[in-house]
């Protein structure tokens, strides 16, 4: 199967750095799997998982929350706010994401930002969920 | 002429210091090495976000509709100065240089009749820059109780800095910090962030993106966290700096110290012996006056 060169970096370091079969993206708009050779596209990330396959049936989990994912002829980049891959992660960490994120829509009267909160909360009760917690 | 005593009394002290200064030394250099992998660490990511940002930019056309992150305000009437310092002192020239830099910048500014407003981060910066600049600091930004820098600080002042300019605060902000370039040069460097510079050259102009939601929505999203990198960036590199400096100076004083005990050991000694000399020749005058 094609590889391409995939590459995900949070501010603190660079989690992945490599050439891979497929990534499933969390994107904003619906998850994508980029293949090699996609389009060139930019997307924003929502919270969720993006599994990494470097071979076939065969996956890697890493919690990213929010960023961007460029998909260029080069390969794919993901700037990632925040990653954890799911070895490091673990139930505290989610529960209390949770509840920042709900003392966050608490704590505001805007509809916009209690709109995003809200949001967060869902992905992350979704991320939980999916790994059985 | 000082006593022996006093020559004594004096070479334990300058040993005393010599500990001192050669123990800063050593944890400075312990702290310099992983504030330099925190610092290249995060270079991958700011590079990357750079790239990404002047492939968004170049395929937009400044516009009525373009976030003012990017475009500015349309004036340059307020300037934020952003100084990035220590929070400790002694080592060396680290948060003059910068305050110096800082302040030359705001002078000029202020000559030309715009008007200035400083956010400090980190109290040595705050204490050069308030005896001149009391009116125009707006912030001070302490980070003594952080530990281990994260993105979060980055975060926390990249916050403040957009609300106040979503409140129309200011239409320019520079950040001061030092680059590290080594443990003997740091460079004390002004970058424009508001309205963000975008690095062009870097460009793929051949690839035909695609937007996913649209190009202006991406933008306005990865604008503010390009403010955020960038600061994070400035305090590592900040760190980074701060304790090279402070390892050179330190090595400095520490061989300083060692130059001045082997002064002040010669002295004593040479003193000891005249006293010695003295007291033989006064025997054997004595002696010989008998």
Same mark, same amino acid.
């Given at each position: ?35 090699? #050779? ?9 919270? #969720? ?19 961007? @994912? ?9 700037? @990632? ?35 995003? @909160?809200? @949001? ?14 | ?24 030394? &050593? ?12 610092? /290249? ?7 990357? &976000? ?22 500015? =305000? ?10 990035? =310092? ?46 001149? !600049? ?45 680059? !590290? ?46 403010? =955020? ?12 700096? /701060? ?10 004083? =520490?061989?300083?110290?060692?130059? &001045?005990?082997?002064?002040?050991? &010669? ?24």
């Amino acid at each position: 199967m094609a590889t391409f060169t995939f590459e995900l970096v949070s501010p603190e370091r660079t989690l992945y750095s490599g050439a891979v079969d497929a990534v499933i993206l969390p994107a904003t708009e619906g998850d994508m799997t980029v293949l090699a #050779g996609h389009a060139p596209t930019m997307t924003t990330l929502k919270i #969720g998982f993006l599994v990494v396959t470097n071979t076939p049936g065969n996956g890697r989990r890493i919690l990213v929350r929010g960023g961007f @994912a460029d998909i260029s002829p080069n390969g794919l980049t993901v700037l @990632a706010e925040r990653a954890l891959p799911e070895e490091e992660l673990t139930q505290e960490i989610l529960d209390h994401e949770i509840l920042q994120a709900e003392m966050h829509y608490d704590a505001t009267t805007d509809v916009t930002i209690k709109h995003a @909160a809200e @949001a967060t909360v869902a992905q992350l009760r979704e991320a939980k969920a999916a790994l059985n917690f | 002429m000082p006593s022996l005593k006093d020559l004594r009394n004096r070479i334990a002290s300058v040993k005393a210091t010599q500990k001192i200064t050669k123990a800063m030394q &050593m944890v400075a250099a312990a702290k310099l090495r992983r504030a330099q992998s925190a610092a /290249e660490a995060a270079r991958p990511y700011a590079e990357r &976000m750079a790239v990404v940002l002047g492939n968004i930019a170049s395929g937009v056309t400044v516009g009525p509709e373009t976030p003012r992150l990017l475009a500015g =305000t349309g004036s340059d009437q307020v300037h934020l100065l952003i100084v990035c =310092t220590a929070e400790r002192g002694l080592c060396g020239a680290f948060n003059s240089s910068i305050a110096r830099l800082a302040r030359d910048h705001a002078n000029r500014l202020m000559a030309e009749g715009k008007t200035v407003k400083i956010i400090c981060v980190g109290k040595k910066g705050y204490d050069i820059l308030r005896r001149q !600049f009391a009116q125009q600091i707006i912030e001070l930004i302490d980070l003594r109780s952080v530990r281990q820098l994260g993105f979060e600080q980055g975060d926390m002042i990249a916050q403040k800095v957009l609300a106040l300019f979503e409140a129309g605060e200011f239409d320019v902000a520079t950040l001061f910090y030092s680059r !590290f370039r080594s443990v003997i040069a740091q460079i004390p460097t002004a970058q424009q962030i508001v309205p963000a510079q975008i690095e062009s050259g870097a460009v793929a102009a051949d690839a035909v993106y695609d937007y996913e939601p649209d190009e202006g929505e991406i933008l306005t999203t990865l604008l503010p966290r390009n403010l =955020t990198v960038q600061i994070f960036r400035a305090l590592l590199e900040n760190a980074a700096s /701060e304790q090279g400096a402070r390892m050179s100076a330190m090595d400095n004083a =520490t061989r300083n110290a060692g130059e &001045m005990i082997k002064k002040q050991t &010669m002295t004593y000694n040479r003193s000891r012996q005249a006293m010695i000399t003295k007291e033989l020749i006064e025997i054997i005058s004595g002696a010989e006056a008998l």
